[in-house]
């Protein structure tokens, strides 16, 4: 790939940006769940555990209405985004296992795990926790087994996700000795939030002008974008972008191949307000490009792009100009 080619390339792919959860928590689902081993570092430990759990019995009627109070405290301080109040709620080495299969260990740990997840724009705080049994082990023990349902600001359902918790009284007081999240059932579609991308869009560069069309395709699971490019020197360029959804991030993701035999892959992040695409792509004899696109929209028919951090084999190439781009009325 040559240098211009991909300097060009950087400035229109502001298609390929356009066309390069719910909830994901520290990586995974914003699912509260809980996991079903006190040290899933010792087999021991595992073994103690489970046999405890073989040998459980319902909780008494105390203990079980503490534990349940214990989740409206959780369900509140969610909803509060507050992470130090939900990271206390475990004991001092307690720890998490999410959906993903990623492990936090320690409360400041389980805490970090938080505030990155509500620093989030599309962090959803709105959390029901359905607690279905509380059943005892021995007397300082319990596992409480239930739903979590994760809802939009607007009380509609985004996820659902069953989980597990093993309590410990420590000091009178219940904490949860660890956490797992078993995988959760989706209702939203996180390619929704790009829905106003599809259609027709054209756009003008100092280097050439484009033009993308987008469609969906396999029952919304996928975003197809084609675009074309026609530099100021005649030369003529098709892309073909695939847009898709990684199922364990619940995460934005895309694929790009050029017409050269070239191919590349984006990521997708939001701020709320406008879209950051980070994206790497390889040219046919083999030379590495990435770049940082970012594209805002302005209403329903304009949004503007630009590309920043643009290196071509580790070579620094300048930002590109903000450009406009307008949708093409049929």
């Known amino acids: 790939m040559h240098w211009k080619r991909w300097q060009n390339n950087c400035r229109i792919q502001l298609i390929s940006a356009l066309t390069a959860g719910t909830l994901m928590l520290c990586g995974s689902s914003a699912a509260f769940a809980q996991d079903e081993t006190a040290d899933s570092g010792s087999s021991a430990s595992k073994s103690s555990v489970s046999s405890s759990a073989e040998k459980s019995e319902p909780a008494s009627s105390t203990s079980e209405a503490e534990i349940k109070e214990n989740a409206r405290a959780y369900e509140a301080a969610f909803a509060k985004a507050d992470s130090a109040a939900l990271a206390a709620m475990w004991a001092e080495n307690g720890t998490f296992l999410d959906a993903s299969g990623n492990r936090y260990d320690g409360r400041a740990e389980i805490e970090r795990c938080f505030k990155e997840y509500f620093k989030r724009a599309d962090a959803d705080k ?11 082990l021995g007397d300082k023990g319990a596992i409480e087994k239930g739903i979590s349902v994760v809802k939009d600001s607007n009380g509609k359902v985004q996820s659902e996700a069953p989980y597990t918790v093993i309590h410990v009284k420590n000091n009178g007081k219940w904490e949860m000795a660890s956490v797992t999240e078993q995988a959760a059932r989706y209702y939203d579609n996180p390619l929704d939030k790009l829905r106003w991308m599809s259609g027709e869009w054209s756009a003008k560069g100092s280097n050439g002008e484009a033009t993308l069309s987008t469609r969906w395709l396999a029952d919304h699971h996928f975003m197809v974008t084609t675009f074309r490019v026609k530099t100021n020197n005649g030369e003529t ?6 847009i898709g959804v990684d199922p364990r991030r619940r995460a934005i993701i895309s694929w790009l191949f050029d017409s050269e035999g070239g191919f590349g892959h984006g ?11 980070d994206v790497v792509r390889t040219s046919p004899d083999g030379r590495r490009a990435e770049a940082r696109n970012y594209f805002e929209p302005k209403d329903s028919d304009t949004f503007t792009w630009r590309s920043t ?22």
């Open 126 to 136: 709105n959390l029901e926790i359905k607690v279905e049994s509380v059943r005892a």
């Open 237 to 242: 360029l098709e892309d073909t972008q695939i």
């Open 267 to 277: 990521r997708w992040s939001t701020d709320g307000k406008r879209w950051a695409v």
């Open 309 to 330: 951090g643009r290196k071509l084999n580790g070579l620094l190439i300048p930002d590109s100009d903000s450009i406009t781009v307008n949708r093409i009325h049929l």
